[in-house]
C-alpha cells in the first residue's frame, strides 16, 4: 500500500496528465481491491484445508489407518486387519469358471 500513496506522483513524475492520470489511478486502485478480495478467498480456502485435513487426520487415528500403528496399545491383529483393509481386492479369474458352467 505504501506504492499506493506514492501513486499520483510517480503517475505525474512519468508525464501523465488530466485524464490519462484519474485513469491510471482507478485502474490501480480496481486491481488492488481486486486482489485484496482473491487474497481473502485464499485465506478462507486455506482454513477450510486446514479444518478438513485436521478431520482426515482425527477420522485415520479414530479407525486406526495411521502409519504409527493402532490407538490404544491394540494387538498385532488389529493393525494387520487395517492394513489389508487398504490393500486392492484381487479380482477372481471370473472367465474359466465361467465356461466350465456354462460348457455344463
Known amino acids: 500500500m505504501e506504492f ?5 506522483d510517480l503517475a505525474v513524475k512519468e508525464g501523465l496528465k488530466g485524464r490519462k492520470l484519474h485513469k491510471a489511478v482507478e485502474s490501480f486502485t480496481w486491481n488492488i481491491t ?5 487474497a481473502d478467498l485464499l485465506k478462507h480456502a486455506r482454513s477450510e484445508v486446514q479444518e478438513n ?4 487426520h482425527y477420522s485415520a487415528l479414530t479407525c486406526n489407518l495411521s502409519k504409527g500403528g493402532a490407538v490404544g496399545g491394540s494387538s498385532g ?8 483393509s487398504l490393500e486392492a481386492i484381487p479380482e477372481k479369474a471370473v472367465g474359466e469358471e465361467e465356461l ?4 455344463n
Open 34 to 38: 481486486i486482489l485484496k478480495g482473491q
Open 77 to 84: 491383529s488389529t493393525d494387520s486387519k487395517s492394513r489389508r
Open 100 to 103: 466350465t458352467d456354462e460348457e
Open 4 to 8: 499506493h500513496e506514492n501513486l499520483h
Open 53 to 56: 485435513l485436521k478431520q482426515i
